[in-house]
Nanobody, 121 residues
Framework: QVQLVESGGGLVQAGGSLRLSCAAS????????MGWYRQAPGSPRDLVAT???????NYADSVLGRFTISRDNAKNTIYLQMSSLKLEDTAVYYC???????????????WGQGTQVTVSS
């Protein structure tokens, strides 16, 4: 079984900072890309940032320059440092991992349970 466990969400004032963490656990052969997505009420789940196993990053335009994604491969963990938070950053943030359970397995998506980030004025 594979689990992605997020932590670090909470309530913060506009302009403040938060750091999210996501740790993958269980049995698997390899983790490829990992990333963060978010979903506000009534909206689809959108990409926030992704990072490859070699550290190549990709960001949504809306968070570029404010959010930083990083990864610790030894701990199977990614982080999202969020700064200069805005009201519109309020959402449930989900961790995603594209991984192979076994050497002969196909790659598939795994998701965390989500962590709420609320930015207040």
């Amino acid at each position: 079984q594979v689990q992605l466990v997020e932590s670090g969400g909470g309530l913060v004032q506009a302009g403040g900072s938060l750091r999210l963490s996501c740790a993958a656990s269980g049995t698997f052969f390899r983790i490829n890309d990992m990333g963060w997505y978010r979903q506000a009420p009534g909206s689809p789940r959108d990409l926030v940032a992704t990072i490859t196993s070699t550290g190549i990053t990709n960001y949504a335009d809306s968070v570029l320059g404010r959010f930083t994604i990083s990864r610790d491969n030894a701990k199977n963990t990614i982080y999202l440092q969020m700064s200069s938070l805005k009201l519109e950053d309020t959402a449930v943030y989900y961790c995603n991992a594209q991984l192979r359970r076994f050497r002969i397995s196909s790659e598939r998506d795994y998701w965390g349970q989500g962590t709420q980030v609320t930015v207040s004025s």
